[in-house]
Each structure stands twice: as structure tokens, then as C-alpha cells.
């Protein structure tokens, strides 16, 4: 009787720890890794900040300018991004020719990031497209975003 | 006894940990799927917006709603190909931002995918719901239309078009009266009041001089066009020179009626030619109306597995 009542107990506790473990850890999930609403909001931040850079004619006006002068103007961009936010944009420029094959040339690579970061693997990538008309140019301007 | 009594309570706890469990899984469930049809949907609206608002680079018209009024700002002639700009446009979209996860397709009206550079030019902005067009004959853009069915013209208030050419100066003397405006036909009236087809056009043209600013109005504001109707300058009526020769650029204004009048196309209610002539055009067609939105003849739909935005550009 005794003996009956010890493991039924025992079985109790165990299942009881074991399962508390189970919950804990499912809890735990979404704090140890970024929050589903952080990812929302990493997304329409990045999704604007490059829309901005678009609209206000940031990205055509780097045409012709000096690799170093980008750069420092995507620094000074990526300043103006929340203080708990951490970003690293890439822009770059291509020229195309109709062929036949239409082809695409890479010109240049321009990238910068917010200074004391350091990279998580939670990242959140947005990109947008932009044209120039004259010069004819095509740029892709990608932005990866993540939480301090 | 004491055996059944502890295998109930057992069977609770394991129930209620079950339930709790699972309370927990599906809110997650939930929760990632709503974050998850939101950064969709986001993405789609961004990636829709961003290639349509690149349609005015690619064309180099930029067109902006202001309150009752269209402003369209163009530039004259195209100095590149518009059609191969709009292949490559079409083939930089599918190489660098069409992938796997997201679908962009530009359609006809039918849902067809259809290749951008086939873009009609004599009907590539719309002025929706009325119909209204903004023109030209090719993409060479050296001749702008504005065209209106008799039924649509009512909507038109006013019209203020303000031409900065580039390469080209008065020919004629812009202090002088008639010197420079000779409609011929001259279907000008002092006033619309009480005619049916009458537009309200302001026509100023600004020329190429850098040191002495020279802005031409046509003093004629009010134009009677319907039925057959029209008013035109009569060769060598506004006068332009170039460094090496005068020409002229000839100006119509309607006429408006039937389909015997305007053809199968809208009827015109202005035409600027443009030949030989670089200039910014800035045009304000002003409506009796608010409601109106400014559509490229091209529908785009952006689509993932989450959802889709299917609208005219």
C-alpha cells in the first residue's frame, strides 16, 4: 500500500517537473529569440526608412559621388533610426544594356552600418528598388535591421 | 482505494497541464500567424509602391493629385528610348526583386501578364473615373494631347500650361498685340457662359534666353470648341527660332463632338507640337471635382502566399 502510494507519487512529481519544463520552455521561446511584434516593427521601420531615402531622393542623388561621401551620408542615415535599433544598409548601383540578352552591370557597392552594433542572428532584411533616368541607372538598396 | 484516488488526481493534473499546453501552443500559433500575415502584407504594399512610384523615373512625367487639381510635370522630348527604359525596368524587377516568395507582374485589364514596354503612349495616363487623357502620339514625346470624350469635358474647370523650352527663342514680339498669338482659326470668345463645349486655357510660354527673361501669355483665355470647331495657329503664327532658323509651333485647341469629329480615340480638347523643341512642360487641369485619381494605362499585382495588392499604377 505503501509502496503503491510512493510511486504513484513519484510518478505524479515527475510528470509534474517534467511538464513544468516542458511549459517553461515553451514560454521562454519567444523571449530568448526576438518577439513576433519586434519583427513586425523591424520590418516597417526598414520598409520606411528605405521608402524615405527613395521618396525624398537620396538614393539618385549618390549617383556620381564619391564612395567615401556615400558611405558617410548611409552613416548619417542610419543614425536617425531608433537608438535600440541596429542597421546595416547596402546600396547598390547598376547600368543596363537592352542586349539582346538585356544584361546588368554592377557599378558600385556602397554600405554602412550603425556604429557599435554587433551583428545577431535575428535580422530583419527589407529592400526596394530605384531608377534614375538620367543618367540611365537601376539601384537595389537592401537594409538588414536588428534589436541591440 | 487510495490507488484509484491518486490515479484520478494524476489524470486531472495531466489533463490540465494538456490543456494548458496547448492554450499556449495555439496563442503562439495565432500570434505567429497574424505577425506573419502583417509583415506580409507590409511587404506587399511596400514592394507595390515601390515599383510603381519608379514608373515616373522611367518615364520622366511626374504627375501629383492636389486637391481638384492634376499637375503634370514633363519633360520634352525623350531623350532616350522609353521603350527599351521600360524593358529593362520590367527585367531589372524580375532579376533583382522578384524571387520565389514574392510574385510582380504587370497585367492588362484582362489579368494577362503583359510585357511594359508595350505600353500604349496615346492612352498612357488616365484621369479616372472620367477617362480624361494626358498623351502623346510615341514615346518620342514630342507632341502632348489632352483628350476628353463631349460627354467627360464637363469635368475640365481650367487648364494652365506652363512650357520652359530649352533651345529655342521668341520669334515674334511678345509686347507686341497679335504679333505672336494669329489663331487661325480663332474660335476664342470672351467668356464660357452658356456654351457647352468651352474651355479655359492658360497657355504661357517662357523661351531659352538666360539674360533677359521673356514669358509669353497667350492673351486669349476662353475657347469655343464644339462641333467642328477648333482653333489653331496658322503656320508661322507663334513664332520660334533656333540658333540657325525660325519655325513654328503649332498650338490646337478642340474641337469636340461626335465620333465623326474625333475619330475613334477621345476627342482632343488641346495639342501642343513640340517638334525640334526641348522644354519642361507644366500642366494643371483643374476639375469641378476632387474625386479623381491619375492612372498609368498598366495594372501591377504584387502577390505571396500571405496575399495580394492588384491595382492600376
Known amino acids: ?148 | 482505494m487510495k490507488g484509484i484516488f491518486f490515479t484520478i488526481i494524476t489524470f486531472l493534473i495531466f489533463l490540465g497541464m494538456i490543456t494548458y499546453i496547448t492554450v499556449i501552443t495555439n496563442s503562439n500559433i495565432q500570434r505567429s500567424n497574424l505577425t506573419g500575415e502583417r509583415i506580409s502584407a507590409n511587404r506587399i504594399y511596400y514592394t507595390w509602391k515601390s515599383v510603381s512610384d519608379n514608373m515616373k523615373y522611367v518615364l520622366n512625367v511626374y504627375t501629383t493629385k492636389v486637391n481638384d487639381t492634376a499637375e503634370i510635370n514633363d519633360t520634352i522630348p525623350a531623350t532616350i528610348s522609353i521603350r527599351d527604359f521600360l524593358k529593362l525596368y520590367q527585367q531589372f524587377i524580375n532579376q533583382t526583386y522578384r524571387d520565389p516568395t514574392i510574385d510582380i507582374r504587370f497585367e492588362d485589364s484582362g489579368g494577362n501578364e503583359v510585357d511594359l514596354s508595350t505600353l500604349d503612349p496615346q492612352t498612357l495616363f488616365q484621369i479616372k473615373p472620367m477617362n480624361i487623357l494626358y498623351s502623346y502620339p510615341d514615346f518620342g514625346k514630342n507632341e502632348v494631347f489632352i483628350r476628353a470624350t463631349p460627354n467627360n469635358f464637363s469635368f475640365i474647370k481650367k487648364v494652365d500650361i506652363y512650357i520652359e523650352m530649352k533651345n529655342v527663342y521668341f520669334d515674334c514680339d511678345i509686347y507686341a498685340p497679335g504679333d505672336c498669338n494669329q489663331w487661325s482659326p480663332d474660335t476664342h470668345v470672351p467668356s464660357c457662359t452658356g456654351i457647352q463645349y468651352c474651355i479655359n486655357l492658360n497657355l504661357t510660354f517662357k523661351d531659352a534666353n538666360q539674360t533677359t527673361t521673356k514669358i509669353f501669355t497667350f492673351p486669349e483665355h476662353f475657347f469655343d470648341i464644339g462641333g467642328t470647331k477648333k482653333s489653331k495657329t496658322k503656320t508661322g503664327s507663334f513664332k520660334v527660332r533656333n540658333e540657325t532658323a525660325a519655325f513654328s509651333i503649332p498650338i490646337q485647341v478642340g474641337p469636340l463632338g461626335s465620333s465623326e469629329i474625333c475619330g475613334s480615340s477621345n476627342c482632343i480638347v488641346l495639342d501642343i507640337d513640340l517638334h525640334n523643341v526641348k522644354a519642361d512642360t507644366f500642366m494643371k487641369i483643374q476639375f469641378n471635382t476632387t474625386d479623381f485619381y491619375i492612372n498609368l494605362a498598366s495594372i501591377l499585382n504584387v502577390n505571396t502566399l500571405f496575399g495580394k495588392k492588384v491595382d492600376n499604377i
Not at chain 1, 116 to 125: F, H, P, V
Open chain 1, 1 to 148: 500500500m505503501t509502496r503503491g502510494f510512493a510511486l504513484t507519487l513519484d510518478a505524479v512529481m515527475a510528470t509534474t517537473v517534467a511538464v513544468a519544463i516542458v511549459i517553461a520552455i515553451i514560454n521562454m521561446l519567444p523571449l530568448t529569440s526576438v518577439n513576433y511584434f519586434d519583427k513586425q516593427q523591424l520590418a516597417s521601420i526598414g520598409n520606411d526608412f528605405l521608402a524615405v531615402m527613395d521618396l525624398s531622393g537620396k538614393f539618385r542623388s549618390y549617383i556620381g559621388q564619391t564612395s567615401s561621401q556615400i558611405n558617410k551620408s548611409l552613416g548619417e542615415e542610419l543614425q536617425l533610426l531608433p537608438k535600440t535599433y541596429c542597421g546595416n544598409v547596402t546600396v547598390k548601383i547598376y547600368t543596363g544594356n537592352i542586349g539582346p540578352p538585356i544584361t546588368f552591370t554592377l557599378g558600385n557597392t556602397y554600405n554602412n552600418f550603425t556604429s557599435g552594433c554587433i551583428r545577431k542572428q535575428e535580422i530583419t532584411k527589407t529592400k526596394r528598388i530605384f531608377v534614375n533616368f538620367d543618367p540611365q541607372r537601376f539601384g537595389l538598396a537592401e537594409l538588414e535591421l536588428w534589436l541591440k
